[in-house]
């Protein structure tokens, strides 16, 4: 669960529709390609996922399920991240 994770060490694309003849996410110019091709040249990862988001944004604080997602993170006895 990405809610678990530190701030901009991963992304949540989209989900996978193969009834989608348009979704070129993978295509020699899609989303994920550019992102992973930079992400590869990046001296600093965080930096790079925090500039280039992709897919679904990060779960924070101002999430309307936050009281949800807290209790998660504090069951499984992490820290709650600022963010």
């Not at 990862?45 to 504090?74: L, N």
Request: hydrophobic share 30%; glycine share 6%.
């Amino acid at each position: 669960m990405c809610v678990l994770l530190q701030p901009n060490t991963s992304v949540s694309p989209e989900n996978y529709d193969p009834e989608n003849k348009e979704d070129n996410l993978l295509g020699p110019n899609g989303e994920i390609r550019v992102f992973l091709e930079g992400l590869a040249e990046a001296k600093d990862v965080q930096s790079y996922v925090k500039a280039h988001p992709i897919g679904d944004p990060a779960i924070t604080s101002s999430h309307a399920d936050w009281d949800y997602y807290s209790k998660i993170i504090r069951s499984f006895g992490k820290t709650l991240y600022n963010h």
